[in-house]
């Protein structure tokens, strides 16, 4: 190859093909070399195409004009970033409020030390998860709490871009793990009612504005079902209960529970730990005596909740297993090796200080 006998230069002051202002650039370092454009790509990216002195002279080029190729450009030419993304179905700072994402990326990021991906959050752009999917380089994603009837499933189905589905309804073209939200809801319930209460309230976490149409589905769709189930056994049904309807954060469950109290229940079932932790908050503030005068109950088991006042009563979840499970499908999958596997994860019921028999009235 013409060049390759071409003595090794050794730059003492910028060369007059350096660029005279902004970051150098390929072609920049090609002029520079002597060389074509290609060969600049190949010393990088495909050193065995060129000379190993040709290869020198351009690496001692690129040093001289401090040019560094991009790092994007060159995982994106290759096919692949090494790195996998969480769809968020809210916006960060709400996420980052809920424990429950700290442990699941726990989860989720001891695979991703394992096998040497990185990690990238991607929450809704502009009010849309839909918006969001192009703009983010990765291989793919663990799509989080979505329908799978909703545009940003189809559109990752349209795009081949491998998934795996958490807190959803299962898609028979996607690995898909949950856990046993009916049957841990059914044993909380059925708990508090075997307690001797009958007025209770539930604290729900917000199925969003399409669930008047659709009706309550995936994790939130099964928990209200099995409490369903326990209501049944006792001749009650989910129309003798109050509901809640709250965004997932501690300030939430304090102000829907501060609502509720009018009602007199004997009772609050929370689905999700951070909400029971606001109602505790409520209910302390306002001088009602938890579990004396009202029990309440969470589902999760946040690591928080063995060690709040009263130690909560819940349904544990293995939170992070989950999401070491979602990031092995996912990166199988990519990896082309996924056989669409669904997985369900048992709960269970953890009894600890927060409920307690039914307060009985003196007469």
């Excluded at 969470?298 to 297993?321: C, H, K, Y």
Aim: hydrophobic share 40%; net charge neutral.
């Amino acid at each position: 190859m013409k060049g390759t006998a071409r003595t090794e230069r050794t730059f003492t002051s910028a060369p007059k093909s350096a660029p005279k202002s902004g970051k150098p650039t390929s072609t920049d370092v090609a002029a520079a070399a002597g060389v074509s454009r290609s060969a600049v790509s190949f010393a990088f990216n495909n050193p065995q195409r060129i000379s190993a002195a040709t290869r020198e002279r351009i690496l001692a080029v690129a040093e001289e004009l401090g040019y560094r190729p991009s790092t994007l450009g060159r995982m994106l030419q290759a096919g692949t970033t090494n790195s996998i993304g969480v769809l968020l179905p809210q916006r960060l700072a709400q996420i980052l409020e809920n424990p429950y994402y700290s442990r699941f990326l726990m989860g989720v990021g001891q695979v991703c030390d394992q096998e040497g991906y990185t990690l990238l959050l991607t929450p809704p752009l502009q009010d849309s998860v839909l918006k969001a999917i192009p703009y983010a380089a990765v291989d793919g994603f663990i799509v989080c709490g979505l329908e799978i009837d909703r545009g940003e499933v189809a559109e990752l189905d349209r795009r081949g871009i491998p998934f795996v589905l958490i807190d959803s309804d299962r898609h028979e073209g996607a690995p898909h793990v949950e856990v046993d939200d009916r049957g841990g809801a059914r044993e909380v319930a059925r708990y508090l009612l075997e307690l001797g209460h009958r007025r209770l309230a539930v604290l729900s976490i917000d199925p969003g504005p399409d669930a008047a149409v659709r009706g309550y589905r995936g994790p939130l769709g099964r928990r209200l079902a099995g409490i369903g189930d326990a209501l049944a056994e006792v001749g009650m049904t989910l129309d003798d209960v109050r509901l809640a309807e709250v965004p997932a954060t501690r300030s939430d469950g304090y102000h829907a529970t501060k609502a509720l109290l009018p009602g007199a229940p004997t009772a609050i079932l929370a689905l999700s730990d951070v909400l029971a932790y606001g109602a505790v908050d409520a209910l302390q503030e306002l001088g009602v005596d938890v579990p004396g005068d009202v029990s309440v109950t969470g589902f999760d088991d946040l690591a928080e909740s063995a060690w709040f006042r009263p130690r909560l009563t819940t349904v544990r979840q293995p939170i992070v297993t989950k999401g070491r499970m979602a990031a092995d499908f996912l990166i199988s999958a990519i990896r082309g090796e996924d056989q669409h596997p669904h997985q369900t994860l048992g709960t269970s019921l953890i009894v600890r200080d927060s409920a307690a028999k039914k307060p009985i009235k003196p007469a």
